[in-house]
């Protein structure tokens, strides 16, 4: 999960410069326009480092109650509550985190409008601007996926613990095969992952090279 925390650009701290255009009007360089999206973008990535925290917390439950349910005396309630709980958080964050990359996804049209109007860059700038437009909106676009299978993940987790729960007599098959669909759940969640990561780096240095660009200038 490393890989989410680089979705922030570490040149955010580029220097705001207004210009003023032929005809009066305050225009900023396409740089800068391009990094107030990225705002968003640094909060969701802390969103989803916690959620990681909480992802691996469940994981270490989620073999506790596995092997202690190998046992049919044993006592799962505390276990079971704790990763309950740890699921409900990370509905919150992915919430959260959903909430704000949406944000941006609005805010973006305005921007490329922007970026059309403006007279004093360089072709090549403009060219670069909107490529880093395009690699965030595959980006937002991938995440929108991630979302919706983390969110059948968490499904999977919540009908999984929900067998396993309360009951002198569990259903082994019902179980078996509920462990069985959370796991091809995870499966898929980490290629979607995997992909957006990609995304992400690929953002992360077109939005490199537009900084670049807009300081040699």
Not at 94 to 113: F, G, H, I
Request: include cysteine.
């Amino acid at each position: 999960m490393r890989t989410w925390k680089k979705s922030a650009l570490a040149a955010v701290g580029l220097t705001l410069v207004v210009l003023t255009s032929a005809c009066g009007q305050p225009q900023e360089p396409a740089a800068n326009q391009v990094n107030e999206l990225i705002r968003n973008d640094q909060e969701m990535a802390q969103n989803l480092k916690e959620l990681a925290r909480h992802e691996r917390e469940e994981m270490e439950l989620y073999t506790s109650i596995l092997n202690k349910g190998k046992n049919k005396n044993s006592d799962l309630e505390s276990l079971l509550d704790q990763a309950v709980e740890h699921i409900a958080e990370r509905r919150k964050l992915l919430e959260q985190a959903e909430s704000l990359m949406k944000q941006t996804q609005e805010q973006t049209p305005a921007v490329r409008d922007s970026l059309g109007r403006l007279s004093f860059e360089k072709e090549e700038t403009l060219v670069q601007a909107q490529t880093v437009l395009d690699e965030y909106e595959a980006r937002a676009q991938t995440f929108e996926e991630f979302v919706t299978s983390y969110q059948q993940s968490l499904d999977a987790d919540e009908r999984l613990y929900s067998l396993m729960r309360g009951s002198v007599d569990p259903n082994l098959v019902k179980i078996k095969r509920a462990i069985r669909e959370r796991n091809i759940q995870y499966a898929q969640l980490a290629e979607i992952r995997k992909q957006f990561n990609k995304q992400t780096k690929a953002f992360n240095g077109a939005n490199a090279k537009l900084v670049q660009m807009e300081q040699a200038s």
